[in-house]
DNA sequence: TTTTATGATAGAGTTTATCTATCAGAGAGT
DNA sequence: ACTCTCTGATAGATAAACTCTATCATAAAA
């Protein structure tokens, strides 16, 4: 069975006539005849009372008719879904985050990326580095951004921009005096992140330093609060600043003035790489110093 | 676009690869590449990420993909339904009857058709012999049952069985007394329904006079309540016989036995004639000589 | 680096659809 | 009764499409 004859059977009817189907149809008048003979002859049903004065449906094709038409009306849908994707910037486009960064980043740019990208339907996705990147060499992501540089061969990337690291104190502390906080001397009574979480490596790195306080904070939320609450201290990136700031902590810029780079990731593969650009550059411009007027 | 290139992207999916979905497509893997490929030309649209380990859906693809399911569903529909089809003895058969028939008729045999045709799905349509015939060769009807022989070219038809009329008299009436009836008699103050009904002509004809009592009644049923009421008498078929006799009436036979054919009439053209033929077998073998069970 | 797996490509062959020209049948009008 | 006209069916040629086999290109795996 075949889309083309079910348009010349509606055809047929709508006109009750053959030639004039068939000049609709934009075909020779045998055209429709032979077509709608096979596929009468391959449902094995007689579609066509053919008189004198016209066609008529019979009674079978008549019960046949909503499904005629709704077949045609997916098979519509379907070339018009296509012709608005047509646009590589537009479509459902998965957009992995991780935890450190979805919070802040998104209220910044989210209204943004809708008004320079209307057409793209960007579904968010918060998790951990290790698991966006499973999910979208397993198509279950268009792309994500990370704060690593991944190493798969089958997953290119292009950097964002660099995120500072701030040190996080408590008001009472002593570090909270000065200008600026070395990392060394945060180091001994740092708390970080979960395993799982790059934050905490970075962190970690840093400082120079292998282990920070024996606490579990699967947020940075919760890592913000321990903080506030004197359990330690900590570093944050700076798009997370402002809520910090909220929080009561006190921020200070690390001396050697130590950074992340984000990254928007996506497979190699992909023919989901123009959107993917088009969402780097349009963050990149929506973010562009945000921390600078946020310190 | 092409079911056939549906049902291909479908089983690529399905097997993430394309020779195994060329084979359980029963073609060969170029077969598979090629018209994708076509098909991603066509809709001008990427619908599949061709990778090392296997292809995978864009998020293009999946947002068309109920749509394509939809329209194969509506094949397969329409494929299912032409099969149950297939038998001539299937499908919706709408039969039109004359309104001094169908109310004494159809119980009769509505129940007997649906056992002897189960797959035909009778609808009934009560209406003047004119309008019949109008909306049969509207192809809105299938075939009808009248008691006049149309004698319209396009139009055919069998006679499924004679059925005589009985006089009927309010039980008062001095012809009541005698065992049956001359026409000449009952013509006195006959009662006959209004025009457009056969059974008004042929009770005009059959009593050889030119006009009845100048009532206007538009169903037996009426005309029935008025001969009990008094008003005159009238004839009716011999299958509303039970029906006058519970309101009362007299009836007796006709001397001359006069009687009227009732026909099954359908279009020339007609690819229903074979269901045609088995209802009107049907309605023979399930009212022969019903009447005389209830004279 | 070789091997293996996978999809793409080329060219031939086959099937299918379409066209033009013509036919057959039924009404309509004379 | 006899054309004339309208309508769909049919035949044969042509064109388009689909599909095949054989082979290639690429990338991951050994």
């Given at each position: 069975m075949n889309l083309r004859d079910l348009r010349y059977l509606l055809a047929v009817l709508e006109h009750g006539h053959f030639g004039r189907a068939a000049e609709a149809c934009g075909v020779s008048q045998p055209t429709l005849s032979v077509q709608l003979r096979k596929l009468e002859a391959e449902l094995g049903v007689a579609l066509l009372e053919r008189g004198a004065r016209g066609v008529?449906?019979?009674?079978?094709?008549?019960?046949?008719?909503?499904?005629?038409?709704?077949?045609?009306?997916?098979?519509?849908?379907?070339?018009?879904?296509?012709?608005?994707?047509?646009?590589?910037?537009?479509?459902?486009?998965?957009?992995?985050?991780?935890?450190?960064?979805?919070?802040?980043?998104?209220?910044?740019?989210?209204?943004?990326l809708r008004a320079r990208l209307p057409n793209l339907e960007i579904e968010p996705w918060e998790d951990l580095t290790d698991s966006l990147l499973e999910r979208l060499r397993a198509h279950d992501l268009e792309a994500c951004v990370i704060a690593t540089e991944p190493d798969q061969p089958d997953l290119l990337s292009r950097p964002l921009f660099a995120e500072p690291f701030l040190a996080a104190l408590p008001p009472a502390h002593p570090l909270a005096a000065f200008p600026s906080v070395a990392q060394e001397e945060l180091a001994r009574d740092i708390l970080v992140l979960a395993e799982g979480h790059c934050l905490r490596d970075q962190a970690l790195a840093v400082c120079r330093t292998a282990a920070g306080q024996p606490m579990r904070a699967t947020s940075l939320v919760t890592l913000m609060h321990l903080v506030a609450a004197g359990y330690g201290t900590t570093l944050i990136p700076a798009l997370a600043a402002a809520a910090a700031r909220e929080m009561g902590l006190v921020l200070k810029p690390l001396a050697t003035g130590a950074s992340r780079t984000l990254r928007l990731v996506w497979r190699a593969r992909s023919p989901h790489r123009p959107a993917a650009e088009a969402v780097a550059e349009s963050i990149i411009a929506l973010t562009d110093r945000a921390w600078e007027t946020s310190c």
């Open positions: 008529a449906a019979t009674a079978a094709c008549r019960s046949l008719l909503p499904h005629v038409r709704a077949a045609l009306a997916e098979a519509e849908a379907i070339q018009a879904q296509a012709r608005r994707l047509r646009d590589p910037l537009s479509g459902p486009f998965r957009l992995g985050i991780i935890p450190t960064l979805a919070p802040y980043l998104l209220p910044r740019v989210l209204a943004g």
